[in-house]
C-alpha cells in the first residue's frame, strides 16, 4: 500500500550495512526492527540455512516432526528462565501473543472457570497488530485507537512509572494489586513488556514492578503473561528482561532475534501447570495448527543464532554497545527540543518534545550513513551485536542529526 515517503531499495546487506541500489552504504542502526543481531549474511546462520535446505525446507508439523524444531524446543526451554516447559512454535510476533492469549483463554476454560476471559495490562505498551494483540496496545497512543469498538475491550492501568534505576513506587503496586483483586474473577492473565516497553514509547521501568506483578497474579490466581518479542536474546543486557526481575511468568512470548533476522518466526513457552490444565479439557491440545508452524529452515536458522548467543560473547558486545551508545548521545542532551535521553543495554533512546519530522529525518540520517526509524517524538537504535565501536559512533552521530534537524 502507498507510503507518503519513498522508500529506499536495498539490494545486499552484509554484517552491519546495508547497500542501497544508488550505490550508497548505510549502518543499520534497527537490526531489522530488533531482529538482526549477529548482522547480515552472517556466515553461520548462511551456512545453516543452506545445509537445511539440503535436507527438507518445510513438512507440515502435524502428525510430523523434525530435528530442528526438536532442538529449538529444547534450547528454548533449556535458555528461558525455570518453569516454562512447554514451547509452541508461531509464524510472527503477533500470532505468538494471539498464541499466548488464547493458553490462558483455553486453560481456564479446560478447567471450567470459563468467566476468566479478560486481559489486564499497563497504558503504552505493544504487543502486535492482529486483533486481540490490538487490544492490549495502548488505547490511546499508536496506530489503533482507530478499531476503538471493534476491538475486545480490555482492562487499562497507567503506565508504569519511567526509569530502569528509579526505585519502583509503592502507590502504583498498590493499585496494580487493587485492580487485579477487584477483577479476579473475570481476567484470564495480566500481560506485559518486562522492563522495556518497546513500540508503545520506547519507556523503561524498574524490574521491582515486574516481582510486585508475580506476587499480585499468583495471590489472585490469575495468569502473568511477559511478551519478550523485542527485549528477548540479550537486548536488554540480561538473556531475557524477565532475569532483571528473577521471576517466571506463567507464559513467555519470543520473536524478533529468535532466527538472527533471517527468517519470521516466534515462539510462545509456558509452564507445565498451564499445558496440563489444557491437555484436561474437552479439546485436549492447544486449539491453534498454523500451516508453516515449526518450518525448518526457520528452527535451523534459530537453532545457529541460539548457538552464537550461547558462547556469552553477546554480553560483552552489549556492555560495549550501551558504553558507546551513553557517550555518543551524551552531545544531544543540550539540543533544543531534546527532552530525554535513555540508554539501556544495546537500545539507546532520543525523546524530543515534538514529533520527529519524517520527510526531513531519513535524508538527515542517511547523509550520516546511517539508518534509523524514528516515530513520534522517539529517535532510537538498537544496533546489531556486532557493531563495532566505530558503527556505533556513526549510529548516535545520526541519532543527533535528527534531533539537532528533524
Ligand atoms: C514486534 C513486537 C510484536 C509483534 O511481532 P510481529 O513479529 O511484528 O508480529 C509483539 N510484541 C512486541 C513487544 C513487539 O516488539
Given at each position: 500500500m502507498p507510503g507518503k515517503v519513498e522508500s529506499l531499495l536495498v539490494t545486499e546487506a552484509e554484517g552491519v550495512r546495508l547497500k542501497l541500489a544508488d550505490g550508497r552504504e548505510l549502518v543499520d542502526g534497527m537490526s531489522s526492527w530488533w531482529a538482526a543481531i549477529h548482522g547480515y549474511r552472517n556466515p553461520v546462520l548462511d551456512a545453516a540455512l543452506t545445509d537445511q535446505m539440503a535436507k527438507m525446507s518445510h513438512v507440515m508439523f502435524g502428525g510430523l516432526t523434525h530435528e530442528p524444531a526438536i532442538t529449538l524446543a529444547k534450547t528454548l526451554v533449556d535458555l528461558?528462565?525455570?518453569?516454562?516447559?512447554h514451547v509452541f512454535l508461531c509464524d510472527s510476533g503477533s500470532v505468538s501473543v494471539e498464541v499466548s492469549i488464547k493458553m490462558c483463554l483455553q486453560y481456564w476454560q479446560s478447567i471450567g472457570?470459563?468467566?476468566?476471559?479478560k486481559l489486564l495490562t499497563w497504558r503504552g505498551g505493544y504487543h502486535g497488530d492482529t486483533f486481540h494483540p490490538m487490544s492490549v496496545c495502548d488505547p490511546d497512543g499508536g496506530m489503533h485507537a482507530l478499531w476503538r469498538g471493534t476491538l475486545p475491550e480490555q482492562l487499562f492501568v497507567p503506565e508504569p512509572p519511567s526509569g530502569f534505576d528509579a526505585e519502583p513506587e509503592q502507590s502504583y503496586v498498590d493499585n496494580l494489586a487493587a485492580e487485579i483483586e477487584r477483577h479476579k474473577d473475570e481476567l484470564a492473565a495480566v500481560i506485559v513488556e518486562p522492563v522495556v516497553q518497546g513500540a508503545g514509547g520506547m519507556r523503561f521501568h524498574h524490574p521491582g514492578y515486574l516481582k510486585a506483578l508475580r506476587e499480585i497474579t499468583a495471590q489472585h490466581g490469575v495468569l502473568l503473561i511477559f511478551?519478550?518479542?523485542?527485549?528477548?536474546?540479550?537486548?536488554?543486557?540480561?538473556?531475557?528482561?524477565?532475569e532483571h526481575a528473577g521471576v517466571t511468568p506463567d507464559v513467555m512470548c519470543l520473536g524478533k532475534a529468535l532466527t538472527g533476522g533471517y527468517l519470521t518466526m516466534a515462539a510462545a513457552l509456558c509452564t507445565a501447570e498451564i499445558a496440563d490444565g489444557i491437555s484436561r479439557?474437552?479439546?485436549?491440545?492447544?486449539a491453534h495448527g498454523p500451516t508453516f508452524m515449526g518450518n525448518p529452515l526457520a528452527s535451523a536458522v534459530a537453532n545457529a543464532s541460539l548457538g552464537i548467543l550461547k558462547t556469552g560473547a553477546w554480553k560483552a558486545d552489549v556492555a560495549r554497545i550501551e558504553s558507546g551508545l551513553h557517550s555518543g548521545l551524551a552531545?544531544?542532551?543540550?539540543?533544543?527540543?531534546?527532552?530525554d535521553i535513555r540508554v539501556l543495554g544495546a537500545i539507546g533512546v532520543i525523546q524530543l518534545d515534538h514529533p520527529v519530522d519524517m520527510a526531513v529525518a531519513t535524508d538527515v540520517v542517511t547523509a550520516q550513513g546511517v539508518w534509523l526509524r524514528p516515530f513520534r517524538d522517539l529517535i532510537y537504535a538498537m544496533p546489531p551485536y556486532v557493531s563495532t565501536d566505530a558503527d556505533v559512533e556513526a549510529i548516535t552521530r545520526g541519532m543527533c542529526a535528527v534531533a539537532a534537524k528533524a
Open positions: 528461558t528462565p525455570d518453569g516454562l516447559e472457570k470459563t468467566a476468566k476471559r511478551d519478550e518479542i523485542a527485549t528477548g536474546f540479550g537486548r536488554s543486557g540480561a538473556m531475557f528482561a524477565a479439557g474437552e479439546l485436549p491440545v492447544l552531545q544531544a542532551r543540550e539540543l533544543p527540543g531534546v527532552k
